[in-house]
Nanobody, 123 residues
Framework: QVQLVESGGGLVQAGGSLRLSCTASGSIFSINDMRWYRQAPGKQRDLVAHITSGGSTNYADSVKGRFTISRDNAKNTVYLQMNSLKPEDTGVYYC?????????????????WGQGTQVTVSS
């Protein structure tokens, strides 16, 4: 079964740091773009950071200069290093990836989501 599993969330004081990880597992032959989204209570899910298969990155304006997205293709893992955290960074963080998956003798690309990891920043 193909899945994305996140880890690394938690409770941190304002100004602190956390690193989120998201690992893809299962019958995968390709990992394309990977993204981190954030959903605050009562709000929509917003894109935080994006990394292409070639390593190009882009960020939401609210996290530029504080967050860094990276990937380790050998480990099928994407990271989100979050520094100088603010209370407004609080939310559930979701990993999203376009994965090439094998189903029997067939191949196709599907969009996958992780289960989410809670990040809470106290003031």
């Amino acid at each position: 079964q193909v899945q994305l599993v996140e880890s690394g969330g938690g409770l941190v004081q304002a100004g602190g740091s956390l690193r989120l990880s998201c690992t893809a597992s299962g019958s995968i032959f390709s990992i394309n773009d990977m993204r981190w989204y954030r959903q605050a209570p009562g709000k929509q899910r917003d894109l935080v950071a994006h990394i292409t298969s070639g390593g190009s990155t882009n960020y939401a304006d609210s996290v530029k200069g504080r967050f860094t997205i990276s990937r380790d293709n050998a480990k099928n893992t994407v990271y989100l290093q979050m520094n100088s955290l603010k209370p407004e960074d609080t939310g559930v963080y979701y990993c999203n990836a376009l994965l090439g998956v094998r189903i029997g003798d067939r191949k196709r690309f599907d969009d996958f989501w992780g289960q989410g990891t809670q990040v809470t920043v106290s003031s």
